[in-house]
């Protein structure tokens, strides 16, 4: 059986992404290894507490010899737009996990909206990555 173990996030400062993670969202570290024969390469791995085998890692932009100058400035500039990527989280009781990370600093760019699949909004982190907070409703039919 083949599963999904991570998913990675581009992000500028890893220290301040691991602020925000941990720290605003709550997520625990699931790996941290620097590896110096690899240019201090750091693995970066968080994820909600909880079982589960998904981690976010935390990936810094690499420079020369894996990107060059010019792919590396590609990548910040739609980090910038926000749409590098998106990641959806999902709660049983979305007001008060709103609340919630709002009280830790959490700024959201959408206010909380009702739609077909559940009530829903937006933020983003630190570097530019999209985040989606819902509570899905069951769907007729599915």
Known sequence: MIRITNTQVWVHDQEE???FYTEKLGFEVRADVTMPEMGDFRWLAVAPPGPDEISIVLMAIPGEPMFTAETRGQIEALMAKGVSSGIFLTTDDFYASYEQLK????????????RPYGI????????????????VKELAGL
């Open 17 to 19: 992404a691991l602020a």
């Open 120 to 135: 829903d909004c937006g933020f983003r982190d630190p570097s530019g990555n999209n985040f989606r907070l819902t509570q």
């Open 103 to 114: 009280s830790r600093g959490v700024e959201f760019n959408e206010e909380p909206e009702e």
